[in-house]
């Protein structure tokens, strides 16, 4: 089974400065796609950025990117030029890539326990 | 579009209650979901589906049963409500692997 685990429960940081938020996956699966979701206080889930898991170049979403160590297992995301609108509880997730009855990638989602990131003025 | 939607938005339960949470998606998705997110954890998945008729069971599936009678439509249905099942309750849908998730319900069981 597969197991997600983020082990920094809290993070701060200043406006406008860098922070890097940590995950690490368990699997023995080599096609996958890992996610990190922003959850702010509104409790939306709102998709920040995605990595197959294929690609070995990072993916990058403006002022986010990820560091993707497929051997290492693990999968931090980098906040660059951080604002007040980042502050929100953000989970790392990851999904087995498998197909099902309509060919499509089922899309079963295993989260980590969340990191709440606090962006300070 | 309205994407996924969900009612109610929040509801309180007496021990023993049943209720139906609605979830609802205009993107035409076959694939469905149920997730529960409980106080500063993240999501686990309750069950779901593939398409019409067809539904399957998930990581926390006891105490919840679902129907998928339409493409658009997935309702949970929680029998003999317990306070372990106060949580906040989220619907999803997917194509190509991109979830889209629903506001959530946040459901309170005392």
């Known amino acids: 089974a597969q197991t997600v685990t983020q082990s920094q429960p809290e993070m701060s940081v200043q406006e406008a400065e860098t922070v890097t938020l940590s995950c690490t996956y368990d699997t023995s699966e080599n096609n996958y796609y890992l996610f990190w979701y922003k959850q702010p206080p509104s409790r939306q889930m709102i998709l920040v950025i995605r990595q197959e898991a294929y690609k070995q170049q990072n993916a990058t979403e403006n002022r986010f990117s990820v560091n993707f160590q497929k051997a290492a297992k693990s999968f931090s995301l980098k906040i660059s030029d951080s604002q007040l609108g980042d502050t929100a509880m953000y989970f790392c997730a990851f999904m087995k890539h498998e197909t099902g009855v309509f060919s499509s990638n089922t899309g079963k989602l295993i989260f980590g326990q969340g990191t709440t990131l606090q962006v300070k003025p | 579009n309205a994407g996924v939607t969900q009612t109610p938005k929040f509801r309180i339960l007496k021990i023993g209650q049943s209720m139906t949470l609605q979830c609802t998606q205009d993107?035409?998705?076959?694939?469905m979901y149920w997730y529960r997110q409980d106080p500063g954890m993240g999501l686990k998945l309750i069950y779901y589906s593939v398409g019409a008729g067809i539904t399957d069971k998930g990581e926390v599936p006891n105490g919840y049963n679902v129907s998928r009678s339409t493409t658009e439509d997935f309702p949970l249905r929680l029998e003999l409500a317990a306070p372990s099942q106060t949580s906040v309750y989220f619907c999803a849908s997917t194509e190509r692997g991109e979830q889209y998730f629903g506001p959530g319900t946040r459901l309170t069981v005392t």
């Open positions: 993107m035409n998705h076959n694939y």
